[in-house]
């Protein structure tokens, strides 16, 4: 059987974005593939646990990890009502998009995210279909709560920046020709990039929040011991 050649185009380990933090116990990255090679910088391949960010709409009929990995689908924007036309509509920009990711309407999924990664099986994935936006916010919030600083959760998001290219070609390698219900053509620039304001805007958020993001998070539908989990696994 030949190799593939053809690999995630935005992964890393968790434990990369801070010092003090534990490697191959959780990565994030862009959807796989089938025929997706071992990605370069992960440890452990497959994961234990897939923690699948997208709707139904962005998904083939199996999970290309599905057999090797506890698959769990966690869709973000359905839970923010962003399959709505309407509400689709008048999102203008990331920080738009973000401020309904973290709204109460959706934050409860985003808590069961910081679930997942504390308790599954260990290696956990976490990935959407660019690894930028629901994994994004979803990782910034792990990392915040890990009490990560502000500057490292911000580089650590915009290294997508960085690999947008690649997961564009890889869109296309796989006949994608939209995001939604919009033609990658049509979509606006901003879309495809990882601007730190963007990010910025949610952090102000959970800063702002009564008791910071740890306030914000327990506010929100999060576990008190599953944060005590997150922090034992993940810290070194």
């Not at 203008?92 to 409860?108: F, G, N, Q």
């Not at 009490?147 to 580089?155: D, K, N, P, S």
């Amino acid at each position: 059987m030949s190799r593939a050649t053809h690999s995630l185009a935005n992964v890393r380990d968790l434990g990369d974005a801070s010092p003090g933090l534990v490697r191959d116990v959780v990565y994030r990255s862009d959807a796989p593939m089938i025929g997706d090679s071992p990605p370069e910088g992960v440890v452990t391949w497959p994961p234990a646990t897939v923690v699948d960010l997208r709707g139904p709409h962005e998904k083939g009929d199996a999970h290309p990890l599905e057999g090797g990995a506890r698959i769990v689908g966690l869709d973000v924007l359905d839970a923010a009502a962003f399959a709505d036309r309407e509400a689709r509509g008048a999102l203008r920009s990331l920080a738009d998009l973000y401020a309904v990711m973290i709204a109460p309407v959706a934050a409860a999924t985003l808590t069961a995210v910081v679930s997942e990664v504390a308790r599954a099986p260990a290696p956990v994935l976490v990935h959407c279909t660019a690894g930028k936006d629901r994994t994004g916010v979803s990782i910034a919030l792990i990392l915040r709560l890990l009490g990560v600083e502000r500057t490292r959760v911000v580089a650590d998001y915009a290294l997508t920046q960085d690999h947008m290219p690649g997961v564009l070609a890889r869109m296309l390698s796989s006949s994608r020709t939209s995001i939604g219900d919009t033609p990658l053509a049509s979509v606006p620039k901003e879309v495809l990039r990882a601007p730190a304001g963007a990010i910025e805007v949610v952090l102000d958020a959970w800063d702002a929040h009564d008791g910071g993001v740890e306030g914000w998070y327990l506010a929100h539908g999060g576990d008190a011991e599953a944060l005590t989990e997150l922090r034992r696994r993940l810290r070194a």
